[in-house]
């Protein structure tokens, strides 16, 4: 099946400054790719997504960023503040119909003030 | 804002019982999905529905798991025979999109955190 490769696990940054996260995939077909959001004990939450006609999207802070050629695609939050410390997933879909979501490792964030 | 709403919250079992976990998915979607989250791991796959059937599942979705959508509104995993392994946060999921090239966000409920002893 499809392989969804996260990096980093876990990431801590001081607060103010910029976290990237990354994503691989292998399954060229892939044109869907959104990231999700899991506070502590909440559910995941769509916060970014882009689609493969495009190779960055951005919206206030967050951005991601599309390499279909590398197959990865990033996560970059700026200026972050202590409310992005949270568990970040990327996904992708992962069948041909399009409707199984396939979702990487997770990486946790620490924003430290 | 519509929302996936998940009942119960949590439960707790005893091992070899079943369990009946029940979701409500947005009115005006039309796929289904089941989650599992071991704590502390990664969101992982069940099931997805549409047009009342199963329209694809994991591994992980053995024959002691079942779906069923009883009505227009409910949607429902079933587990008959519960494991110690079958412990986690069930998420329920529902989207507008599918077909590859037009998958869209799958909204999330809050979760029904299975505890089994």
């Known amino acids: 099946g499809e392989n969804v490769e996260q990096h980093p696990s876990t990431l801590s940054v001081q607060e103010g400054d910029s976290a990237v996260i990354k994503c691989t995939y292998s399954d060229s077909a892939s044109n869907y790719f959104p990231w999700y959001k899991q506070e502590l004990g909440k559910r995941p939450q769509l916060i970014i997504d882009?689609?493969?006609?495009?190779g960055e999207k951005k919206d206030q802070r967050i951005a991601v960023t599309l390499n279909k050629t590398a197959k990865h695609f990033s996560l970059h939050i700026t200026e972050t503040q202590p409310e992005d410390s949270a568990v970040y997933f990327c996904?992708?879909?992962?069948?041909?119909?399009?409707?199984?979501?396939?979702f990487g490792g997770g990486t946790r964030v620490l924003v430290k003030p | 804002e519509p929302e996936v709403t998940q009942t119960p919250s949590h439960q707790v079992t005893q091992m070899g019982q079943e369990v009946i976990l029940r979701c409500v998915p947005i009115s005006n979607h039309l796929y289904f999905y089941w989650y599992r989250q071991i704590l502390g791991q990664k969101v992982e796959f069940l099931v997805s529905?549409?047009?009342?059937?199963?329209?694809?599942k994991s591994e992980i979705f053995d024959d002691q798991f079942s779906v069923e959508r009883p009505d227009g509104s409910n949607f429902t995993l079933k587990i008959r025979s519960t494991k110690l392994e079958d412990s986690a946060m069930y998420f329920c999921?529902?989207?507008?999109?599918?077909?590859?090239?037009?998958?869209?966000?799958?909204?999330f409920g809050e979760g029904s955190r299975l505890t089994v002893l």
């Open positions: 882009i689609r493969s006609n495009v």
């Open positions: 999921a529902s989207g507008s999109g599918g077909a590859r090239g037009k998958t869209g966000e799958l909204f």
């Open positions: 996904a992708l879909p992962t069948n041909t119909a399009g409707n199984k979501l396939t």
């Open positions: 529905f549409y047009n009342n059937e199963i329209s694809e």
